[in-house]
């Protein structure tokens, strides 16, 4: 089992910046890719970006490329998500994600979700 646990969100206003955390607990000595999603009310969830285990692959979601960075830490187990450029519409629940294979991730089917953390764009 792996726990994850986001920090992070609150209001910023439009062209802003934000950062959120997602600390990994449990079993995280496998090799477990690491990613983001994010649903706004009335909306599905959808995918924002995933990282592989070691850093080195990331992929995200168009709406969000050239604005947001997805790093992470392997010796912390965190994962991050750098927002820049907000917009209203990035507006929504931010969720962490743990899988062994990124394409589960990228394809929305993760074995592991935190419990989310809110992002509101507005000024």
């Known amino acids: 089992q792996v726990q994850l646990v986001e920090s992070g969100g609150g209001l910023v206003q439009p062209g802003g910046s934000l950062r959120l955390s997602c600390a990994a607990s449990g079993h995280t000595d496998s090799t477990y890719a690491m990613g983001w999603f994010r649903q706004a009310p009335g909306k599905e969830r959808e995918f924002v970006a995933a990282?592989?285990?070691?850093?080195?692959?990331?992929y995200y979601a168009d709406s969000v490329k050239g604005r947001f960075t997805c790093s992470r830490d392997g010796v912390q187990n965190t994962v991050y998500l750098q927002m820049s450029s907000l917009k209203p519409e990035d507006t929504a629940d931010y969720y962490c994600?743990?899988?062994?294979?990124?394409?589960?991730?990228?394809?929305?089917?993760?074995?592991?979700w935190g419990q989310g953390t809110q992002v509101t764009v507005s000024s």
């Open positions: 990282i592989s285990w070691g850093g080195g692959s990331t």
């Open positions: 994600a743990a899988d062994k294979f990124i394409a589960h991730i990228t394809t929305g089917q993760p074995d592991y």
